[in-house]
């Protein structure tokens, strides 16, 4: 990943995370020109790797269709997940799913266990936005991702 994508990745998450947090929703307008950029740098930086980053999005909405379709995530955090794949890549992108889940399971223990409250609900954004700059961290020191496909 460039530096600049990086920078624009960094943007976006947080971005979508206050929007999260302050209004309950991501707007289609940042996920969409995210996305649309994210696929732009791919497109000049390594335009090979576009029909794995379209296969992981089409993975992807499948995989969270039910979840989306029962109430457990909204339509933005799913536009969200897209738009980080051209950015990722395939790889670093699978691991931060599995991460973003595992910190949302962590908050939302802790929401539990602090409020005692079952209505409180987890803005997705948020641990994705960690995972992603856990992701981060993890390749700027050299770490490879553990998926291998």
Not at 102 to 122: K, N, P, Q
Request: charged content about 10%.
């Amino acid at each position: 990943m460039t530096e600049g994508g990086r920078t624009v990745l960094l943007l976006f998450v947080t971005a979508a995370a206050a929007s999260d947090l302050k209004w309950g929703r991501i707007c289609n307008f940042l996920t969409l020109t995210s996305l649309a950029g994210g696929i732009w740098l791919l497109a000049l930086h390594a335009p090979q790797e576009i029909p794995g980053v379209l296969g992981a999005m089409v993975l992807l909405a499948c995989f969270l269709f039910p979840f989306w379709k029962s109430g457990g995530l909204g339509a933005g955090d799913i536009k969200m997940l897209m738009a980080l794949v051209p950015y990722m890549g395939v790889r670093w992108f699978f691991f931060s799913i599995i991460l973003s889940f595992l910190i949302g399971a962590v908050i939302s223990a802790f929401l539990l266990i602090r409020y005692r409250d079952l209505s409180r609900t987890v803005h997705f954004a948020v641990p994705i936005g960690i995972s992603v700059v856990l992701c981060l961290l993890l390749e700027q020191l050299s770490v490879q991702s553990p998926f291998l496909f």
